[in-house]
């Protein structure tokens, strides 16, 4: 099976002080909790780790310093996608000049590319560095869905080695499995809730926002389904579905960073104009986490 980047990926959180700089005493203490309940690469500047708002320079720091708190087995991945091609290439090389493991590049959002410069866009980004590129199609966020044909085609080259598929569409994972070669390119899926249907038609993992609560549970599932044991695995997703639904009961990160901060591992809050967990969502949150046995 081939899995560049494990069967765990966690999109990990950018956690802040009370002044809203990137706090590394926090980002330290995360990423041991990661590392210990069995996230396998960890993903710094994705959707959950509030990308929008990074600097470039904090971007790039943050990458030092994870890297920093990694053991040697633990893979690194950022995300170096802009909906600007130059600005994702200029980008992309100054990442790959760091030690990391890889790079996500979503899909370019609000100017809505055809499929034909969603080609153009990740070809010229892989042609310009030499680390592993792992795609990530997320049309809610960036109103354009990359196709499984186009997916197909850009996986020609050589280093584009998977897909974090968040379309939602548990059919549109299989048909990019379907298209592409098993033995060179990896679909993981980018919704908690569906890794389970998604390992079912060829998924070989998760990138995560819940394994920053439960990775051993999220990792126990993985390796029950591959080894076998479907029924243990099912048992296990069933029972993670109220978190699932309830991380996501408003935007992300929002939830998950309350739930951190909840369960005693502090994260602090958000950039604008994300805001903090309104009454409701903490009640919903609450329950998720009583539920789940964290609090």
């Known amino acids: 099976m081939y899995a560049p980047f494990g069967n765990l990926v966690t999109a990990m959180v950018t956690p802040f002080d009370n002044e809203g700089n990137v706090a590394d005493d926090l980002v330290a203490g995360l990423v041991k909790r990661l590392v210990d309940t069995g996230t396998e ?7 959950t780790g ?14 030092d310093k994870v890297r920093s708190e ?11 996608g802009t909906n600007a091609t130059d600005k994702s290439v200029k980008l992309a090389r100054k990442i790959a000049r760091k030690s990391v493991d890889g790079l996500l590049v979503v899909n370019p959002y609000y100017n809505k590319p055809t499929q034909a410069g969603l080609e153009a866009h990740f070809k010229a980004i892989a042609e310009s560095v030499d680390v592993p590129i792992l795609l990530y199609n997320i049309p809610g966020r960036t109103g354009v869905n990359c196709e499984p044909e186009t997916i197909a085609r850009v996986a020609e080259i050589d280093n584009i080695v998977g897909v974090k598929e968040a379309s939602g569409s548990v059919e549109q994972a299989a048909q990019i499995r379907r298209l592409t070669p098993e033995d060179k390119f990896a679909v993981y899926s980018g919704d908690d809730g569906l890794t389970l249907p998604m390992l079912s038609v060829g998924a070989v993992g998760v990138v995560s926002v819940a394994s920053h609560l439960v990775g051993e549970s999220i990792r126990q599932m993985i390796e029950s389904f591959f080894e076998g044991h479907v029924e243990n695995a099912r048992n296990l997703h069933l029972s993670l579905i109220p978190l699932f639904k309830a ?7 929002i939830p998950v960073k309350y739930a951190l901060n909840r ?19 903490r009640e ?12």
């Open 284 to 295: 919903i949150v609450d329950s998720a986490l009583k539920s789940s046995g964290l609090i």
């Open 263 to 281: 369960i005693g591992c502090p994260v602090g809050g958000h950039r604008l104009p994300l805001v903090a967990l309104d009454h409701a969502g």
């Open 50 to 63: 509030e990308s929008p708002t990074l600097t470039e320079e904090e971007l790039l720091h943050l990458v």
């Open 70 to 80: 990694l053991p040697e087995d633990v893979r690194l991945i950022v995300g170096a």
């Open 41 to 47: 690469t960890i993903l710094v500047g994705g959707t």
């Open 247 to 253: 991380l996501f009961c408003r935007t992300n990160p």
